[in-house]
């Protein structure tokens, strides 16, 4: 099962996934994520994990696909409030080598708006 | 035992032989008393052997009629007549001689007489006994066990009665009276059973009311001209006194009589009869046909024919709706050109209107039978009935019958032709259901096929070395899965061992396996240091991946000279390493990353590369994430504790016990056969 809310915060745009993202419900993500992609007004997205209980090859597969789309299109995203397990996942992986992650929201808005400034 | 046609012959051999006696003992009787001498026979031989003749010829017969397996009625009542044709040959020839010879002395002569009589005395004893045995099986036709007992009582009654001739005196001619009456009174009862009559058509019944017609001529005849030699000339053994013969002739010619008053009376009603059986027929017919393997045409086409047959329809024709849209219409004597001048009518009376409502709905609410009925304003047609097929909630075709009449559907027809559309779709569904499984079966072999492909694609024997002992283990949840282990030997002293995991499952998962095998097989030739390998791996997959797969990999090369082991990681869970000298499990936690996800030359700044020196007695065990991954009732995961923790208390067995009690333990953890993802396990043991 999987529950995704997008939120706005002023300029940034935050996506909650809850649950499992497995092969399934991948597809889910991946349409939250075109949906951003595809919208030209945004530019920061924040992603809040901290509900999300687990994630399956498939799921990273989503958001590796998007890693490339973004820099092209200038879009800033942050992952934040990851399990120590979900977080072990994205690091053996070595997607948190070109992904940033972040511990918690605070941190992840000042990594989001550091580099601009 | 004697076989049936040994029984057969026999009878007839015995009434033979009987008949020969009987006459021969009469002629002596009658012989002796013209000459006044003592016969020194008495008057009781004769008649046993009548009696004898009797039983004989009663017993052929009964055999023989038994016997015929099938119930014609007609070849039944052919049967008697054909009897009948030959004894009334057989006594014409008689009379004919006695026509011939009727002014000659011989004519006078009472032995000469007597012996004729005689001829026609077992002729008409054939015909009677053959008939009264068909008229039981007609009467017996759909017997219950209560008229078996009546009818039995009554067989053996009359059989008993050959009994009473032993006895004979001109003083109990109450009693023959007696006994006769009560005979004819039972065999009254017992000839309303008359079941069979109705199973006959029209025609049928024409031709049986002729030949029982003529039963009746034959035994009036047969009577008759025992009666004219009864009294016209002195007979030693007149069958006229004879019970069970006058019991039988009586019983025969009631039977015969009533048969042909109730098939009279049948006759104005045996067309409806016959509409019935033949809509049970079709009923038959439409759910028969599948399994005779036809197709859904033929059904249609039964369809379209039986309903056209059960209500007498002028015109009819059947639409079917292709999936791709198209129309296919079956047609019973109409044009393509009436067909749409009565669509359009029909259109005007609003009954397609009410259909489309009900489609529009899925046809969740029951159809009001009686509105799918309509008159029409058309030249030739008066009424139309239109049903649509249903199949679930989806109309497969539309059948439209036409009558010349206006109001020419009634309440019957209507749910006879519904009866039959239904019927029609029951078969039509079960015709797709069954085509769908067959389809599905034959996926379910490619699939294996698949399965055992992919399997041929991992090593089947392992590398026995000097130096380690190696056992993998493979398991997926699918036919096919995306698990990935293999090695190779670059030199004598070196071997390469890599493991994957392909992302996502199943058969794209497994196609994508094999391409890592490709890969695999093509650089280890080049004996690459596990960096360059995965930085050459991971060029030649970028352009073989999907944007949204990778494939997560280790790689180590097991030097033998140096007992080092330098590994890199590909985004892999890291390889777990026992220590025998410190006692102490460690997992390989260095940088990687998975193959496919950076598809440019920057890759290679993700890889780092390891070295570590092994001992004997020290393990590398090599696996998937389904295991790390494997959750419990309680949603808890097997986690990287549970393994390290299981492979340090169990380091003194072998590769393959390791594996078979980490299999037991996680099948124990987990609480069931269902995998939810593919394990792979390769452990390497040193020596």
């Not at chain 1, 993500?29 to 809040?48: C, F, G, H, P, Q």
């Not at chain 2, 017992?190 to 049928?204: D, E, G, M, R, T």
């Not at chain 2, 009577?223 to 002739?249: H, K, P, Q």
């Amino acid at each position: 099962m999987i529950n995704i809310t997008t939120n706005i915060e002023g300029e940034d745009h935050i996506i909650m996934v809850e649950g499992d993202v497995d092969a399934s419900s991948s597809i889910h993500l991946d349409e939250a994520l075109t949906e951003l992609a595809n919208d030209d007004s945004v530019k920061y997205i924040l992603v809040d994990g901290s509900q999300l209980n687990y994630i399956s090859s498939a799921g990273l597969g989503v958001f590796m696909s998007y890693i490339d789309d973004f820099k092209n299109k200038s879009i800033k995203m942050v992952i934040y409030g990851l399990s120590e397990k979900v977080s072990n996942v994205f690091q053996i992986l070595g997607l948190d080598q070109l992904m940033t992650i972040v511990s918690d929201k605070k941190e992840a808005k000042e990594k989001l708006h550091e580099v601009q400034s | 035992m004697i076989s049936e046609k040994g029984l057969l012959r026999l009878s007839i051999l015995f009434a033979i032989l009987c008949w020969l006696s009987l006459v021969l003992a009469d002629l002596f009787l009658l012989f002796a008393e013209i000459n006044d001498a003592n016969a020194g026979i008495t008057k009781e031989i004769p008649q046993l052997l009548l009696s004898l003749y009797i039983i004989f010829v009663y017993f052929f017969f009964k055999i023989r009629i038994q016997k015929a397996e099938s119930i014609n009625f007609i070849d039944l009542l052919w049967h008697v007549f054909s009897t009948g044709l030959i004894v009334s040959l057989v006594q014409l020839a008689v009379s004919l001689f006695f026509y011939l010879l009727s002014d000659s002395k011989l004519m006078q002569n009472p032995l000469m007489v007597n012996f004729f009589y005689h001829l026609n005395l077992g002729a008409v004893i054939i015909f009677l006994v053959s008939t009264f045995i068909v008229w039981k099986r007609l009467i017996l036709y759909q017997k219950n066990k209560r008229l078996l007992v009546i009818w039995q009582i009554f067989e053996y009654s009359i059989l008993a009665s050959l009994l009473y001739g032993f006895f004979q005196t001109s003083s109990q001619q109450w009693l023959f009276n007696g006994l006769l009456g009560i005979f004819l009174l039972y065999g009254l009862v017992l000839s309303f059973n008359l079941k069979w009559i109705a199973y006959l058509n029209f025609k049928q019944k024409w031709r049986s009311i002729l030949l029982l017609a003529l039963v009746i001529l034959y035994l009036y005849y047969f009577i008759n001209n025992l009666f004219g030699f009864s009294t016209e000339f002195n007979l030693v053994m007149d069958l006229l006194d004879n019970v069970f013969i006058l019991t039988i002739a009586g019983f025969i010619f009631i039977y015969a009589l009533i048969s042909i008053l109730v098939i009279l009376f049948n006759l104005p009603t045996s067309s409806v009869f016959e509409q019935k059986i033949s809509e049970v027929l079709n009923f038959q017919r439409l759910s028969q046909s599948i399994q005779k393997g036809d197709n859904e045409n033929q059904v249609y086409e039964v369809l379209l024919e039986s309903s056209n047959n059960a209500v007498f329809s002028t015109s009819a024709w059947l639409e079917i709706y292709e999936e791709d849209e198209t129309h296919q219409v079956l047609k019973s004597n109409i044009n393509d050109l009436k067909i749409t001048q009565v669509r359009k009518s029909i259109q005007d009376s609003g009954l397609y209107a009410y259909l489309n409502k009900h489609k529009l709905n899925n046809f969740q609410k029951e159809l009001n039978l009686n509105k799918l009925t309509t008159n029409l304003n058309d030249p030739d047609y008066g009424s139309a009935l239109v049903m649509p097929l249903i199949i679930q909630d989806r109309q497969i075709g539309l059948l439209v019958v036409l009558k010349d009449v206006s109001d020419g559907f009634n309440k019957e027809m209507i749910s006879i032709i519904s009866s039959f559309v239904n019927q029609a779709c029951i078969s039509i569904e079960n015709f797709e259901l069954l085509t769908e499984a067959l389809r599905n079966e034959r996926y379910k072999e490619e699939l294996k096929i698949a399965s055992r492909v992919q399997k041929s694609l991992l090593p089947h024997s392992l590398i026995s070395d000097k130096e380690f002992e190696m056992h993998a283990f493979y398991e997926s949840a699918d036919e096919v899965g995306g698990d990935y282990y293999d090695f190779f030997k670059t030199a004598d002293h070196k071997t390469a061992v890599i493991i994957g995991d392909v992302s996502g499952k199943g058969t794209s998962a497994s196609f994508n396996m094999s391409q890592m095998k490709g890969v695999f097989h093509s650089l280890v030739q080049f004996d690459l240091d596990s960096k360059t390998f995965f930085t050459r791996a991971n060029h030649a997959l970028s352009h073989c991946l999907e944007k949204t797969s990778f494939i997560t990999a280790a790689y180590y090369t097991i030097d033998s000279n140096e007992k080092s082991i330098s590994f890199s990681r590909a985004g892999h869970c890291p390889g777990l390493f026992y220590n025998k000298t410190e006692n102490r499990t460690e997992y390989f936690h260095n940088k990687g990353m998975g193959l496919g996800i950076v598809r440019n030359d920057s890759f290679e700044k993700y890889i780092d590369t390891s070295k570590i020196y092994y001992n004997a007695g020290d393990i590398l065990f090599l696996y998937t994430d389904g295991i790390i991954e494997a959750k419990n009732e309680k949603g808890e995961e097997f986690g990287y504790d549970r393994l390290s923790s299981y492979l340090a208390q169990n380091n003194e067995k072998s590769p393959k016990e390791i594996q078979n009690g980490l299999i037991k333990y996680l099948y124990d953890f987990i609480g069931t056969e269902n995998l939810e993802d593919d394990y792979t396990a390769l452990i390497i043991r040193f020596l």
